[in-house]
Nanobody, 120 residues
Framework: VQLVESGGGLVQPGGSLRLSCAAS????????MGWFRQVPGKEREFVAV????????NLADPVKGRFTIARDNARKTVYLQMNSLKPEDTATYYC??????????????WGQGIQVNVSS
């Protein structure tokens, strides 16, 4: 089982990035998928979750209106589109697979994480 994130990097405030999470070794459609983020010295926090077939999404308050989550089960990929980025969005972003309690941190599989830096 693998979740591999890509698309991170350095961006200026107000800019955009799209993170991708490529899944292998399991059937993506059997899992809710989500994104979390973590900065040094703080707990990993929930960012976004999408249901099994993409019919519903839920985002954390700090990113509502700026981030969107999407999935393509045929391509075994989950996306996090991040717009209007702020310096406080700087973190390591993790892709996650789980069930109905995914947004509470009950995760079956984690990606290795990818760094996003928002700075001028």
């Amino acid at each position: 089982v693998q979740l591999v994130e890509s698309g991170g990097g350095l961006v200026q405030p107000g800019g955009s990035l799209r993170l991708s999470c490529a899944a292998s070794g399991f059937t993506l459609g059997y899992y809710a998928m989500g994104w979390f983020r973590q900065v040094p010295g703080k707990e990993r926090e929930f960012v976004a979750v999408i249901s099994w077939y993409g019919s519903s999404t839920n985002l954390a308050d700090p990113v509502k209106g700026r981030f969107t989550i999407a999935r393509d089960n045929a391509r075994k990929t989950v996306y996090l589109q991040m717009n209007s980025l702020k310096p406080e969005d700087t973190a390591t972003y993790y892709c996650a697979a789980g069930g109905s309690k995914l947004r509470n941190g009950v995760v079956d599989y984690w990606g290795q994480g990818i760094q996003v830096n928002v700075s001028s």
